[in-house]
Nanobody, 127 residues
Framework: QVQLVESGGGLVQAGGSLRLSCAASRRTLRSYGMGWFRQAPGKEREFVAAISWSGGSTYYADSVKGRFTISGDNAKNTVYLQMNSLKPEDTALYYC????????????????????WGQGTQVTVSS
C-alpha cells in the first residue's frame, strides 16, 4: 500500500504563512492526482485543494482561494500546500490524499474521491 506522510504544520499567528508537504514513501501503480483536506474538532472533513498530474490543473475551495497554493511533483510523489494570510478558521488537522483510480474531475472535492490518506498534520492559527 501507499504510505503518505504530511509535515510542516505548526502554530502561527493570524496573517502568517505555513507550507505543508506530503510525501509518499512508495509509489502507487498509478496516481492521477493528489489533494488536501482538513478537519477541525467537531466538524466534518472538508476539501481544501487538489492537483491533477495530467496538465497540472489545480482546484481550490472558495474559502482558501487566493490564499493557498497547491503544487507538486508526480515524479517525486510529493505535494505541497503553501498557506498564506492564515486565519483562525483555518485551524484544523490537514490531510493529504491520493487519487489512484481514474475519475476525471468527478468527486474531486469529496473524501470518497480519494483512495489513500496520510495521518494528518496539525495547523493552529491564533487570533
Amino acid at each position: 500500500q501507499v504510505q503518505l506522510v504530511e509535515s510542516g504544520g505548526g502554530l502561527v499567528q493570524a496573517g502568517g504563512s505555513l507550507r505543508l508537504s506530503c510525501a509518499a514513501s512508495r509509489r502507487t501503480l498509478r496516481s492521477y492526482g493528489m489533494g488536501w483536506f482538513r478537519q477541525a474538532p467537531g466538524k466534518e472533513r472538508e476539501f481544501v485543494a487538489a492537483i491533477s498530474w495530467s496538465g497540472g490543473s489545480t482546484y481550490y475551495a472558495d474559502s482558501v482561494k487566493g490564499r493557498f497554493t497547491i503544487s507538486g511533483d508526480n515524479a517525486k510523489n510529493t505535494v505541497y500546500l503553501q498557506m498564506n494570510s492564515l486565519k483562525p478558521e483555518d485551524t484544523a488537522l490537514y490531510y493529504c490524499a491520493d487519487r489512484s483510480v481514474y475519475r476525471g474531475t468527478r468527486y474531486l472535492t469529496e473524501s470518497y474521491g480519494y483512495d489513500y490518506w496520510g495521518q494528518g498534520t496539525q495547523v493552529t492559527v491564533s487570533s
